[in-house]
């Protein structure tokens, strides 16, 4: 029976030398950050229009009363967010499969695949929210809904989708093709090596970009306002019309902000804990067939 392991004294001394640094480092931080902070307040709290500034976008009074409309806008923009993002996903892998497939009879898909990536990549978002929200209804189609979140929801899914697509494709190409190569040696059907071998790595090699395009289309799914929508923009609007006191639009900008920082200090802790993990997925050979 072997003694425990007890650190010798110069690990004591190295690991007390990095807690002192440690402390040195935070304490330093929060003073850089409290003089910086006091150093805007400072500049804002003495501008000449800091008063009437105040009253017009800063009022507890006017944000109390607003907040419940705002909030009930916020529950449409978390509605598009989530389906949008459940779409996108969905749709996105699979024109990604499509793109990066090599089957001669999908050569026609894959240049529709090429074309709709193209397109919906270079034209604004807010271009396509208005292309996709007036030149939809004047279809006329009777099956088609024509409603301001429909059309604008609609239009988010078309932009996102692409991007979606665009970082799917690179996780699966990102995969060495000796994996692929290696589950067909085993007896694996070309389908089956794609759903069980190089989709999972795949997917999981591009975990952290797709958060992140997750967490922008959570802000962009406010544009769906210009189309009339009632979302917490829109609601905000609607508050601010007649009075000219912008504290709604300040509202809605911090319940944005209470979701999409959450969200994404989420995708930076989930990128920092796969970033050893990014690089041994460099090592040729690393993790094949696991």
Excluded: C
């Excluded at 480092?25 to 003495?46: C, H, I």
């Excluded at 916020?74 to 749709?91: E, I, K, P, Q, Y």
């Excluded at 396509?128 to 088609?144: N, S």
């Excluded at 609601?235 to 809605?252: D, L, R």
């Amino acid at each position: 029976m072997t003694d425990a392991w007890v650190p010798s004294e110069r690990a004591r001394a190295r690991e007390a030398f990095r807690r002192a640094q440690h402390r040195r480092a935070l304490l330093v931080a929060g003073v850089a950050t409290a003089v910086v902070l006091a150093g805007v307040v400072l500049v804002v709290t003495n501008a000449p229009g800091w008063e009437r500034a105040r009253q017009a976008f800063f009022s507890p009074e006017r944000a109390w009363e607003v907040l419940p409309d705002v909030a009930v806008g916020l529950w449409l923009n978390l509605r598009v967010w989530v389906v949008a993002s459940v779409v996108g996903l969905a749709v996105g892998l699979l024109i990604a499969v499509v793109r990066t497939s090599r089957l001669p009879a999908l050569f026609p898909l894959r240049v529709l695949a090429t074309v709709y990536v193209d397109v919906f990549r270079g034209v604004p978002v807010l271009l396509v929210l208005l292309l996709v929200g007036f030149g939809l209804p004047a279809l006329r189609l009777e099956w088609l809904p024509v409603s301001a979140a429909f059309l604008g929801g609609l239009a988010i899914v078309l932009t996102y989708t692409a991007y979606l697509t665009e970082i799917f494709r690179a996780g699966i190409e990102s995969v060495h093709p000796s994996q692929g190569a290696a589950a067909r040696s085993l007896g694996l059907t070309r389908g089956q090596a794609a759903r069980r071998v190089v989709l999972p790595q795949a997917v999981r090699n591009v975990t952290a970009p797709v958060a992140s395009v997750l967490v922008s289309l959570q802000k962009d799914s406010g544009l769906i306002s210009i189309l009339g929508a009632v979302d917490a923009i829109r609601a905000a609007q609607i508050a601010t019309t007649g009075n000219y006191n912008f504290t709604p639009y300040v509202v809605a900008g911090i319940l944005f902000l209470l979701i999409s920082i959450p969200l994404t200090r989420l995708v930076d802790a989930w990128s920092a804990r796969q970033g050893w993990r990014g690089q041994l997925r460099g090592v040729p050979g690393a993790g094949v067939l696991r």
